[in-house]
Every structure is written in C-alpha cells, then in structure tokens.
C-alpha cells in the first residue's frame, strides 16, 4: 500500500464466496480443508490419456445456472462464469443489496493469469475446421482477461476505480490488496474483489509438461500428488478455483451493522528481476515482499501467528519460501505455523491467493489451522513447523499470505482479527 494512504482508513472484510475444487460454498471449503480433504482428481475436461500428467483439481459442483442465464452463459468463459458466480456469494454474504445506494463509490479489483483464454483456443480450432465464417463474434470479448471485471461492474453498477492484475500466480494476491489500497486512499468506500481461474486444458497442460512442471508419478494416486514440503513432491498439481471478497471501509460496514471476518492489515508486491520460471534462489525476492507488506501493516515479525505459504509442491519453490521465511524471522521462524492449502486444491494460478485470503480469514474468525495434507518426509530444507497431522487449534491475530508468480511477481497480504 501507499506510504501516502490514510491509516485511519481501516480496511475490513464483510463477505465471501469460493468456488473451489473442494467445493463452492464457504462452510463446503473450509470443513474440507480441516478435514484435509484432496479435490485432486483424474481430468474430465479433454482426453488427458496421452499426457505425462493426468490429474487436476477441477470444481465439481459449481452450478452455472443459480448466477446467470443460458445466454448469459454462452456468451462467458468458465473463468468469468466462476467470478461473477463467487462474488455474488460475496455480496450475499455480506449482506448487501444488489444496487448500491453510491455506485460511484463501489470499485471492482479482480485477478486472473489466463482469463478466458480457453475461448479463444477453442475458436482458433474451429476457425482451422470450418474457416472464418464459422469463427464465434463473442470468441474476443470473452478472452479478455479483464472479461470477467466488466461482468462484475455490469451486474452491480459499480463505477469507481476497475482493475484487472494479471501477475500470474500472485494475480490473485495483489487483486486483494490493490482493492484494499483503494479504499486506504479513499477512491472507494467498497471494493467487489477476488480472482477466478479456469484453464483445465489440453494446450496447457502440453505447455506444462513441456516444462515439466506437473507431477507424472501420481496418475492412479490424485489425491497424494499435491505434497508442499515433501522430499518426494514432483511439481504443483494444476487447478481451477475462484474467491470473491467485499472490502469496506471500517466506516462503510459499521454504518450498516456489517458483520466483519477479518481486517486487511497491509499488502506489498515486488519483482525478483531475476528469471521468468523460478524463484531467485537467495529468497530476497519473496523476503522484501513480506518484509514491507509487515511494514505496511505497521506491525513487527514477532506479532505474525500464522503463515499461509504459497507452498506449490515444487522442489524450488518450497525450499525457497521457507529460506525466506527464516531470513525475515529468524529462530521465530520454527515457532509459527504453516500451512499451504495448493495441498488440497492444487494450484489455480492467479486464482490462489484470493482463495488462500479466504482461508486466512476464516482462521483468524475460527482459531483453527488446516492442515497441509501429503506431507510424509519432510524435505531437510524444508524444516518449520508445516502444520501436517491434521487441523490446528490457534488463537491466530495476525496471519501472512504468500503467492510468488512466474516472472518473478511477488505480492503478501497481512490479515489481522478484527478488533474495535
């Protein structure tokens, strides 16, 4: 956030909405993730039987048509249909109303590293197979990535500042916190922000195999390919995935009796500048991140209780996360509780960390870690307290979520217990 920001401008979270291979409920997701339960599964998007890499975290039971009609429908990719699906379980639970008194006050952040490309894939095939006359006049608006923003603003009026963050794997990360920053500055008093990914697909997973970044050993064992931390993990498990949040002003929600999940404390990003594909190996990158997102908070090490790891199950990333963490809080580091949820959900890009913020809040409302499930033999570079056997109880007032995106995108949300 802004050094300029007003401080005395709190940010607070009123609403939220998943749609997530482990379900598309918020009580669905959360009870699944205490019960360490996997959403990774054999593909049933396109034929993967001639691919290294078989499985996926696809959402099993999201139903279209409770959020838009047929038409509507048709005229979206599955990444928009998700978003707009997801915040409009954010503004339910929040408890607003479906027209805002002020929509000039209303802005919309939201993140996604692939948008709807799927579209735009499917209609280059039928272009080659039928020629141009055949090619779909949605095909170019439902590929852009900022698609699913304009539905959001379309349906409730929202007319204040839009943002589309496409960082890839931090997408989802920095949507929150640009959000946030939003309202810190006073160019809105509420903020419809989240992410949405949805690109289960036969030309991604070929692009990902090719850089041979997928799991290949757990075809006929889904469920144990996910292993954050684990000396046998192989790569991170592809998935879909959506969160929605509402962010309002402290003012805004007290104003209306809002019933509050937790505070959004501080938010930074930075760059590695160092390689498109992996972490830079000192861990600078993703420490300065969660350096100054603490610094933004206000706050000191010593006060974080929970960390939600970006933990994608490679053998890069994890060891560099957890150097990291031990730069920035040193022999504290073994004391604080880790947890990754990509565990059980796999890894949905830019959607991530907008889902991961979610389950921040909740352990901060609830005093209750998930557990990082398939994590048997902890790699020795990878030494903290991952919290493993299961849940935790934790009486959490300050929790750190991490995403760290190809091309270097770092980006760190501080999550605080609301307190008056």
């Given at each position: 956030m802004s050094e300029n920001g007003d401080r005395a401008r709190r940010v607070v979270i009123t609403g939220m909405g998943v749609a997530t291979p482990v379900?598309?409920?918020?009580?669905?997701?959360?009870?699944a993730l205490l019960a360490g339960q996997s959403g990774i599964r054999r593909i049933t998007r396109f034929d993967a039987s001639g691919f290294p890499c078989q499985i996926a975290g696809e959402i099993p039971d999201f139903e279209v048509e409770n959020f838009l009609s047929p038409k509507e429908a048709r005229r979206m990719s599955f990444?928009?249909?998700?978003?707009?699906?997801?915040v409009d379980m954010a503004v339910e639970d929040a408890?607003?109303?479906?027209?805002?008194?002020?929509?000039?006050?209303?802005?919309?952040?939201?993140?996604t590293a692939i948008g709807g490309l799927e579209r735009a894939f499917e209609a280059y095939r039928e272009y080659l197979e039928k020629g141009l006359n055949k090619v779909n006049p949605f095909v170019i608006p439902s590929a852009m990535h900022n698609t699913a923003t304009f539905h959001v603003a379309e349906r409730y009026s929202a007319f204040g500042p839009n943002k589309t963050i496409v960082t890839a794997c931090a997408a989802g990360t920095q949507a929150v916190g640009e959000a946030a920053e939003m309202i810190r500055l006073g160019h809105a008093d509420l903020v419809l922000t989240g992410?949405?990914?949805?690109?289960?697909?036969?030309?991604?997973?070929?692009?990902?195999?090719?850089?041979?970044a997928l799991p290949i050993n757990y075809n006929n064992d889904p469920e144990r390919a996910s292993r954050p931390f684990d000396a046998s993990r192989e790569g991170f498990v592809f998935s879909e995935g959506a969160a929605g949040l509402v962010l309002e002003s402290l003012e805004h929600a007290r104003q209306r009796g809002a019933r509050i999940y937790a505070e959004v404390a501080g938010y930074a990003s930075s760059s590695d500048a160092f390689h498109i594909a992996t972490l830079e190996p000192s861990g600078n990158g993703a420490l300065r991140t969660m350096r100054w997102a603490l610094e933004d908070a206000q706050l000191a090490p010593t006060e974080v209780g929970y960390i939600n790891a970006h933990g994608t199950s490679t053998p890069t990333n994890d060891?560099?996360?957890?150097?990291a963490i031990k730069l920035l809080f040193g022999e504290r580091a073994y004391d604080i509780p880790i947890s990754s949820t990509k565990s059980m959900i796999g890894h949905a890009m830019g959607a991530s960390g907008a889902i991961e913020a979610v389950a921040c809040a909740l352990t901060l409302q609830r005093g209750k870690i998930h557990p990082t499930i398939n994590l048997e033999h902890p790699d020795p570079a990878c030494d903290l307290d991952y919290v493993a056997a299961g849940p935790r109880e934790a009486d959490v007032t300050v929790a750190l979520s991490n995403s760290f995106g190809l091309g270097g995108q770092n980006a760190c949300l501080v999550l605080r217990r609301f307190e008056d």
């Open positions: 379900g598309s409920t918020l009580e669905k997701f959360w009870e990444a928009s249909q998700i978003a707009l699906g997801v408890g607003l109303p479906e027209r805002f008194p002020d929509p000039e006050r209303v802005g919309v952040s939201l993140g992410a949405a990914e949805a690109a289960v697909s036969d030309f991604m997973f070929a692009g990902f195999a090719a850089m041979r060891a560099v996360e957890t150097l």
